[in-house]
């Protein structure tokens, strides 16, 4: 009798949430959001959105001059006491939200404003100078993965009045998150050429968690009274819990007194066919490389033999391993990221985190580097738009490689690319950092792809690397490495970037470490022809280069 009074309740409260979204929807001129019945979302599409000089109209909100200036932001309570006024300072504008609904994280403001209440999380974000139309339909491709995500809203329509696209999925519960937020509607407004972005994550289904309309209706837009701020990530130096090697490393090739040492891919070093390659390219420049770059994947079965070997035997030859762990290439199924979350690959990763502890000297570990890359399975861009899934995964590898020991031994690279692709401030690196606990170096990677293509252009070693170097120095504390880079042949004078490029890159006092890519690209439309020679001997004036610099 009491569970039967208790389904009751639950249904009448169900009818009077449904009730008061359909008066809702009356009152602001919405059209009803149904869910296909066949599970295929109801698309409503449309072409750049004209600006309508009425959509600009700026609308302080109540209390902005009286309200406590908290940096980039305030928040104001309003009368009643049971909503409150937030408003973004740096971006211009403000919203009205619940009272339990707490700001928790302004440290990007420019980029992301986040309010969290006990089930859902608000991420809000500003795209200006972007095509409106390409930016609503782009980043929510990966939703047509049917396999990941299931999708059930999807409109076009007005709130108070402006344009706005409304869409809602979900995907399954994800073991490894505590109080996973898996249920999702994003809103995009369009007020004249600027895109405002809600993205609203829940832990349960939005007619229990609190809708969203209420919200997103009360948007408010004003003249920016501040810039933005980016609260930098700090630098924790040498841990107590390394090792003597690891310490000693760190603190006599890493630290803020240190110069620049260099490191090398080599493709035969990294696949197990021997150093023959590599000592012979050393000989022609008479240098000795200190750091190879290797890569491994993520798979459902573990071989050492595929994952630390490289490492034992690169320190066998006198170096230390920068190890680039990544997801496979071409997944099908579930997205690798929601199933380490699921612990579907713990003994996987355990095994390789007890194989690195028990080689117990120095490795530095580049987990998904890129990751603000499209190309990158581990983007936001294919799981939900969600940048707390890279964030969760990275963490949870951490713990695990702590927990295996190999937390003694292990050296952090986080590795966002130079650009984000998408190049929307949702997608934005700052979005995807783990945290400083996490972090102990911070790498930058941006290449000379040359022109062999028709959308690429030769472009110099210091156009590259000055705003990256600016930008990342003004965002991270920690000491720099250029993971990877290079510069291909055609379309340029390849000895000459060189020479300039070790000529500007003594500008850069925090880059500890820079690795030359030493490989090539093939073409994608000429079989068996080279689309970008990156080879430090793919001439021998690009040999004598290196050779002059290192004789120095």
């Known amino acids: 009798m009491h569970s039967k009074r208790i389904n009751l309740l639950r249904d009448f409260a169900r009818l009077t949430v449904s009730l008061s979204i359909c008066l809702f929807m009356v009152l602001c001129d919405l059209p009803s959001i149904t869910n296909a019945a066949d599970g295929t979302p109801v698309r409503v599409t449309g072409g750049e959105e004209a600006i309508n000089p009425k959509d600009v109209l700026y609308e302080e909100p109540d209390g902005l001059k009286e309200a406590k200036d908290e940096g980039t932001y305030y928040v104001s309570v309003l009368g009643g006491g049971k909503e409150q006024t937030f408003a973004n300072l740096a971006e211009g504008y403000s919203i009205i939200v619940p009272i339990d609904m707490k700001v928790t994280d302004m440290s990007n403001s420019e980029v992301v404003s ?15 100078n972007e095509s409106t139309a390409g930016y609503v339909a ?18 076009k329509t007005k709130i108070g009045g402006r344009t706005a696209y409304v869409r809602e999925w979900s995907r399954d519960k994800l073991k490894g998150i505590p109080k996973d937020r898996n249920y ?122 595929k994952s630390v070997d490289v490492v034992r035997n690169n320190y066998k030859y006198g170096r230390y391993t920068e190890l680039t762990i990544q997801t496979p290439l071409n997944m099908t199924g579930k997205n690798m990221m929601y199933e380490i979350l699921d612990g579907n690959y713990d003994t996987f990763l355990k095994s390789m985190a007890k194989d690195i502890a028990d080689f117990g000297h120095p490795v530095f570990v580049r987990l998904f580097n890129e990751m603000n890359g499209d190309w990158c399975n581990y983007s936001a861009y294919h799981t939900s738009r969600d940048t707390m899934i890279f964030k969760e995964v990275y963490q949870y590898i951490w713990n695990i490689f702590a927990d295996e020991g190999a937390g003694a031994n292990t050296i952090w690279i986080w590795n966002p690319n130079g650009g984000s692709f998408p190049n929307y401030t949702w997608n934005d690196q700052r979005c995807y950092y783990p945290g400083d606990k996490y972090v102990d170096i911070v790498g930058i990677t941006a290449y000379n792809t040359g022109n062999y293509y028709k959308d690429e252009k030769w472009t110099e070693f210091k156009a590259k690397y000055d705003p990256l170097y600016k930008e990342i120095v003004s965002q991270y504390s920690q000491p720099l490495f250029i993971t990877e880079f290079s510069c291909a042949e055609k379309g340029g004078d390849k000895v000459a970037w060189i020479n300039s490029m070790f000529n500007d890159i003594r500008a850069y006092s925090k880059i500890k470490v820079a690795i030359w890519w030493d490989g090539c690209d093939m073409s994608n439309t000429e079989p068996g022809v080279v689309s970008r020679d990156y080879r430090i001997d793919s001439s021998a004036g690009v040999t004598e280069a290196f050779r002059n610099y290192f004789a120095r």
Request: net charge negative; with cysteine; proline share 3%.
């Open 138 to 155: 782009y980043g929510y491709k990966c939703l047509n993965d049917k396999e990941n995500h299931n999708w059930t809203h999807n409109i």
């Open 184 to 305: 999702y509607a994003a809103i995009d407004i369009i007020v004249g050429g600027t895109v405002y972005d809600f993205f609203f994550s829940s832990d349960e289904p939005f007619w229990k968690s609190g809708y969203y309309h209420d919200i997103v209706s009360s948007l408010k837009v004003f003249e920016p009274k501040y810039n933005g701020v980016t609260i930098k990530g700090k630098s924790t130096g040498v841990h107590t819990y390394w090792n003597k090697e690891t310490r000693e490393l760190y603190e006599s090739y890493l630290s803020a007194e240190t110069g620049l040492d260099w490191g090398i891919y080599n493709p035969s070093a990294n696949y197990g066919y021997g150093y023959y390659d590599l000592l012979e390219k050393e000989k022609a420049i008479d240098h000795e490389f200190k750091y190879l770059l290797a890569y491994t994947s993520i798979k459902p079965e573990y071989d050492s033999a």
């Open 114 to 128: 986040v309010l969290e209440d006990e089930h859902r999380r608000l991420e809000i974000y500003v795209q200006r």
